[in-house]
């Protein structure tokens, strides 16, 4: 369809190095080269929440894995391919976990969007990535480095097959 989709949370299509899900204050329309994603009305007062764990790592590795790989070596993500993606369910944390993480958040959102390899390192949000996989009674020092390595590989694995275009 052509007529534009309107909605509370924005990526891209084509993510490189730059993988990130933005918020927006209202919802809006989009119709190329973006995916937006809305709010379901039950979970609209947790909008905050949902932008945190939209960003978190094991949401950033789903997002990472999911579309093909064209030949120039990003990620062509598909409308129907992320529609079938998911997230950490906000429905088991309680409203104290809810808060760490939101707090957390906080604390990261607003910083500038890097390549995903220098946001993995950051001791910000390796924090932030903590108080998630903790708020889900996750291991999260062997959660975080199993998912970053794998982050790495996918993403080193697309420029592997950018070089080997251009050569």
Not at 5 to 12: A, L, M, P, R
Not at 98 to 112: F, G, L, R, V
Not at 128 to 142: I, M, Q, S
Request: charged share 30%.
């Amino acid at each position: 369809e052509d007529s534009p989709k309107y909605g509370d949370f924005v990526t891209t299509l084509n993510a490189d190095k730059r993988w990130f899900w933005s918020v927006c204050d209202k919802p809006i329309a989009l119709n190329q080269r973006l995916v937006i994603a809305g709010l379901k009305p039950d979970y609209k007062n947790d909008k905050k929440l949902i932008h945190a764990l939209l960003n978190s790592v094991i949401s950033l590795y789903i997002l990472c894995g999911s579309g093909f790989v064209r030949g120039d070596g990003v990620t062509d993500i598909t409308k129907d391919g992320i529609s079938k993606n998911s997230i950490l369910n906000p429905d088991l944390l309680d409203d104290g976990s809810k808060k760490k993480i939101e707090k957390a958040w906080d604390k990261i959102q607003n910083k500038p969007i890097v390549s995903i390899f220098e946001e993995l390192e950051d001791p910000d949000w390796i924090a932030f990535n903590k108080t998630v996989l903790k708020a889900y009674n996750l291991n999260a020092d062997d959660i975080y480095r199993h998912a970053k390595t794998a982050i790495y590989k996918l993403i080193k694995r697309r420029e592997n097959i950018k070089k080997s275009k251009k050569s």
